[in-house]
């Protein structure tokens, strides 16, 4: 892939930051390898987190190879979201046939053929991945709003993985089988991209890191391992030695994420130097932060590069889950915390969901033991927010934003609001002392569904 950048730099006659030739895109006509990537007139990249339009004034996939440039779909009227298959023989991608219609998730062969649509989603369905075992995941948009599902290839019944008031979308498959995606922090609530996983059956949703900032979106995984992402200042990486992001030696401007890793150094990346100008795609070096043009257009946005080569199918996820309406939570101890609780001030916790129209309604409370441990059953599928009271009935801290379990999940946390980073102390918790029942906060919503445990 080294030799791939190499030869598209040296290719490359630059002119002004943009490629020069005939047309608004003029690439070279040589290139090692072939990538794909979309093309727009206007990219807004935080538009999604509302439910609104990424591409407002349309797009369309190129495909860059040895022989031209060329477009996936020219019968379509917009196309975008290209991710190559683990063969490297197909693409999924979001499209629209006619301009009236919503997008849809669509597969095409990358020597090209009639397109298979993929979605019947009536408010559309956007930015798909392939999954391992001939699935896939996508966002769906609902009552204005972006959630992500599965679903086969070859058809049948979705799957909906998230549950909060909030949009979610997909930026990558990492390699253990987690879907990577972005949501609002607070989780559901707020307007700030972030990063989180979760696994492809709905469970073991949580934020990636814990240091919660500034913007971070666009989260791809790296050769390395690594998630490299867009921030406010610039890039950004989470490595595993570190509980915390670290930023990247890149130059100033835009970063538009979705940086595709080509070496050890080497990176194809959406960049632009303010918000007045055009995203292209520049070549750009982690260990000098230098930077270089790879191809450009005066008029258009160009976004989420991916090379057509075949890749590594990530590990399948094996689900433990049941068909039950609730879920089991264990909170090890409370204390364990970003925030400093005093030692025995904790002594309850409430838990709550949203109501018809959005707003939080109270499932029940629980006593918290001494060691900050507490055992309860939750509904299923349904936004959940945690509050910490005081001997007093003082609120502690309460939750801001939202989270799920899925049906059937049993799901142990370290403490409450502890990064993934964190291992529990090797100690019963004083409440499986007591009992090993969990306290029913399910309330009225699971209360007439439950089955056998």
Same mark, same amino acid.
């Given at each position: 892939m080294r030799r791939l950048v190499l030869a598209l730099i040296f290719l490359v006659f630059?002119?002004?930051?943009?490629?020069?030739?005939?047309?608004?895109?003029?690439?070279? *006509?040589?290139?090692?390898?072939?990538?794909? &990537?979309?093309?727009?007139?206007?990219?807004?990249?935080?538009?999604w987190l509302s439910g609104g339009?990424?591409?407002?004034a349309g797009a369309q996939i190129m495909i860059q190879d040895a022989k031209a440039l060329r477009q996936l779909m020219p019968g379509f009227a917009a196309s975008a979201d290209p991710i190559v298959s683990f063969d490297g023989t197909k693409i999924l991608f979001s499209g629209k046939r006619d301009a009236k219609d919503t997008w849809q998730v669509w597969e095409v062969a990358i020597g090209g053929g009639e397109a298979k649509r993929i979605t019947q989603? *009536?408010?559309?369905?956007?930015?798909?991945? &392939?999954?391992?075992a001939n699935q896939l995941v996508y966002a769906r948009k609902v009552d204005g709003q972006f959630v992500l599902e599965t679903a086969p290839l070859d058809g049948g019944p979705s799957l909906q993985l998230t549950h909060t008031p909030g949009s979610a979308l997909a930026t990558d498959v990492l390699r253990?089988?987690?879907i990577l995606f972005e949501a609002g922090y607070p989780l559901g609530k707020g307007q700030s991209p972030e990063i989180y996983t979760v696994y492809s059956d709905g469970s073991g949703v949580e934020a990636y890191r814990c240091d919660h900032g500034s913007p971070r979106q666009g989260g791809k995984q790296s050769d390395t391992g690594d998630i490299v992402f867009?921030?406010?200042?610039g890039l950004g990486r989470f490595t595993s030695p570190l509980a915390h992001a670290v930023?990247?030696?890149?130059?100033?401007g835009e970063f538009a994420g979705d940086v595709l890793s080509t070496s050890s150094d080497d990176n194809v990346v959406a960049w632009r130097p303010d918000s007045k100008t055009h995203?292209?795609?520049?070549?750009?070096?982690?260990?000098?932060?230098?930077?270089?043009?790879?191809?450009?257009?005066?008029?258009?946005?160009?976004?989420q590069p991916t090379p057509i080569v075949p890749r590594r199918v990530p590990n399948q996820h094996p689900s433990g889950l049941h068909e039950w309406n609730y879920a089991n939570l264990l909170c090890l101890n409370a204390y364990t915390s970003k925030y400093s609780f005093a030692p025995g001030t904790i002594a309850m916790m409430k838990l709550y969901t949203t109501n018809e129209a959005g707003k939080p309604k109270l499932l029940g409370s629980s006593s918290v033991e001494p060691d900050g441990s507490f055992f309860i059953q939750v509904p299923a599928d349904r936004p959940l927010q945690i509050e910490l009271l005081s001997r007093q009935g003082k609120t502690l801290k309460r939750e801001q934003g939202w989270w799920w379990m899925r049906k059937g999940e049993q799901r142990i946390c370290v403490g409450c609001h502890t990064g993934p980073e964190r291992a529990p102390e090797n100690a019963v918790p004083a409440v499986l002392l007591k009992t090993t029942t969990p306290v029913d906060l399910t309330g009225a919503i699971a209360a007439s569904h439950k089955g056998g445990r």
């Open positions: 630059v002119a002004c930051g943009v490629w020069v030739g005939v047309s608004a895109q003029s690439p070279s *006509s040589e290139v090692a390898a072939p990538l794909v &990537y979309t093309s727009a007139t206007t990219y807004e990249r935080a538009a339009e990424r591409f407002p989603c *009536s408010s559309g369905c956007i930015r798909p991945f &392939y999954l391992p253990d089988g987690r867009a921030s406010e200042h930023d990247l030696n890149a130059p100033a995203y292209s795609l520049q070549v750009w070096n982690s260990r000098t932060g230098a930077i270089a043009t790879l191809v450009a257009a005066s008029e258009s946005d160009l976004v």
